[in-house]
Nanobody
Framework: QVQLQESGPGLVKPSQTLSLTCTVS??????????WHWIRQPPGKGPEWLGDIDSGGASFYGPSLKSRTSISRDTSRNQFTLQLTSVTPEDTAVYYC?????????WGQGIQVTVSS
């Protein structure tokens, strides 16, 4: 069974770049027919899909944050990363990584990220 674990700083200052890593076990991020996602949920709001990267390494982004979002991967470590530039307090949220594929999909437990000076 695929398992995902988010890691990164819990506190980021405004205007800085938020960087999070998702470490995948129980499966390879290069396996065909799998997509690897980043989703966030701000306090009191619904989840927001940020983007994904497919098994071939192509990235796709949601429209609202596309200009500030980058998703990449390190196949040697079986990890994929999220970078969100020029953060503001409105980027405070629980950030999740997830996969969708033939197995039905799995999520990480999420990581709280607070943007504050």
């Amino acid at each position: 069974q695929v398992q995902l674990q988010e890691s990164g700083p819990g506190l980021v200052k405004p205007s800085q770049t938020l960087s999070l890593t998702c470490t995948v076990s129980g499966g390879s991020i290069t396996t065909r027919a799998y997509w690897w996602h980043w989703i966030r949920q701000p306090p009191g709001k619904g989840p927001e899909w940020l983007g994904d990267i497919d098994s071939g390494g192509a990235s796709f982004y949601g429209p609202s944050l596309k200009s500030r979002t980058s998703i990449s991967r390190d196949t040697s470590r079986n990890q994929f990363t999220l970078q969100l530039t020029s953060v503001t307090p409105e980027d405070t949220a629980v950030y999740y990584c997830a996969e969708t594929g033939p197995g039905g999909g799995h999520w990480g437990q999420g990581i709280q990220v607070t943007v504050s000076s």
